[in-house]
């Protein structure tokens, strides 16, 4: 028999009943679920709303009740349909009468609601705490690379010598800016719901603040409607998880580019690792393409919870039992993915001869010719048309430009001289940048020296 039974002259039929239940998912909730009744029955207790012997048994049956279900001594059934509804039938049939006025100034809208805020503050704190790890070894890494030289691309051509240093800080800062919006989305989870009732708020003497208090909130949500409506914390969650996961895909990318033959730049563990089962030769980045191949199921996350959202009318409405798939499936998914990539890279062997050698190959010291020539008083632009004719002419030649002979450079500006040669080595044209925020070694030191002083 459902708990709301009372208007209806039938039951709803078997199949309907058990495809519109959500017990099978939101049954994760159930912590959340038995935490936010212990302080409502406490605040019911407090003003006087229920009878303090029944808040008492009601508290001690619930507790009981969370330590079966953590113990795997509880089934739940479809015919409760949810987390709300099995918690509380299983609390009556165990206390009795007392149980039957738990549900007094709540409604199961603002219930899931607080439920859902209450998981995902913990999640956006272990979303965070995972960044946290990531950025650790970004760090470590970089500061062993300060010196290691490698190529910079843009249009995936190589385009100027930069430090691997420099390169991991840029994905430093990223992360780092997933730290800060899962932050802000936490101030904006940090809102109670509870107290608000189905949709108006309730007509009880109730304490809103005491409730906040007892579950760890810094806020109340001040409009029992939007209360009970809002899942905005939700999208906002999973779409700073489609970013980070974006972050995630496109260094997964660059692992995979650079483990190939082609690169040989790092050489993948063979923890995080596959073969083939045809060919022997092969060692296959298998964690870093399913991490990128995930990222796409996050975003579809994001897509679903979006979709559910966008036509409804105010206030609760049963779509909304679709937020906690996508909410559930996101954060799962990030987690493992930022754990298993932090795994991974640490383990990664990079091949600074490779990226040394790479690095002196392709004009990536053109820019700093024409910045030599610059310095020497000619304007940039006729700099740039005078070292784009000398490429061509080394290109035909298959040579490099501090292969030329000065006495054919001069052919192309006489403000060359013996000098030029010590600015065209990749070491010295990475060092050339010394703007803030640049790869020269001091510059990318001071990079990690904040980033020491500032952690996500």
Not at 81 to 104: C, N, P, Y
């Amino acid at each position: 028999m459902k708990l709301w039974n009372g208007r209806f002259s039938k039951e709803m039929s078997g199949a309907t009943g058990e495809w519109a239940a959500s017990i099978e998912f939101d049954k994760a909730l159930y912590r959340e679920d038995i935490a936010g009744s212990i302080a409502h029955c406490r605040m019911l207790a407090k003003q006087e709303i229920i009878p303090e012997a029944d808040a008492a048994l009601i508290e001690s049956g619930l507790r009981e009740i969370l330590e079966d279900i953590e113990t795997g001594a509880v089934t739940f059934s479809s015919d409760t349909e949810d987390i709300h509804m099995s918690v509380e039938t299983l609390l009556i049939e165990r206390v009795g009468a007392a149980g039957k006025r738990l549900h007094t100034a709540r409604s199961r809208n603002d219930q899931v609601a607080t439920d859902v805020r209450l998981y995902l503050k913990e999640e956006i704190l272990s979303s965070v705490g995972a960044i946290k790890n990531l950025c650790a070894v970004l760090l470590e890494m970089a500061e062993a690379h300060t010196e290691t030289v490698m190529p910079g691309y843009t249009h995936l051509q190589r385009a100027q010598p930069i430090s691997f240093a420099f390169h991991l800080m840029a994905y430093y800062n990223m992360f780092s800016r997933d730290a800060e919006r899962f932050w802000n989305c936490y101030e904006r989870t940090d809102y109670m719901p509870l107290g608000s009732g189905a949709l108006a708020g309730v007509g009880y003497d109730t304490d809103r603040s005491f409730l906040a208090e007892e579950l760890d909130f810094a806020h109340i949500c001040d409009n029992a409607m939007d209360a009970v409506s809002d899942r905005d914390f939700i999208i906002e969650y999973i779409s700073s998880a489609s970013i980070c996961m974006m972050h995630l895909s496109r260094f997964c990318e660059e692992l995979i580019l650079w483990s190939s033959g082609e690169f040989a730049f790092i050489e993948q563990d063979d923890a995080y690792s596959t073969g083939s089962s045809i060919m022997p030769q092969k060692k296959n980045p298998d964690m870093a393409e399913l991490i990128r191949g995930k990222t796409g199921r996050v975003y579809g996350d994001l897509i679903a919870i979006l979709t559910v959202m966008k036509g409804l009318p105010l206030a609760y409405n049963k779509d909304m039992q679709e937020d906690k798939l996508p909410l559930f499936d996101a954060a799962d998914t990030l987690k493992g993915c930022l754990t298993v990539f932090k795994e991974m890279l640490s383990a990664v062997t990079v091949r600074t001869d490779r990226m040394e050698a790479a690095a002196k190959t392709g004009f990536m010291n053109a820019t700093d010719a024409a910045d030599y020539l610059t310095a020497k008083g000619v304007p940039f632009r006729e700099c740039h048309e005078i070292i784009g004719r000398l490429v061509l002419c080394c290109a035909n030649k298959n040579a490099a430009i501090e292969d030329i002979p000065l006495e054919e450079l001069r052919t192309f500006s006489d403000k060359f001289a013996e000098d030029v040669y010590e600015r065209l080595s990749p070491l010295a044209c990475m060092n050339a940048k010394r703007s803030e925020g640049a790869t020269s070694v001091n510059r990318v030191k001071e990079q990690i020296k904040r980033a020491k002083n500032k952690r996500p």
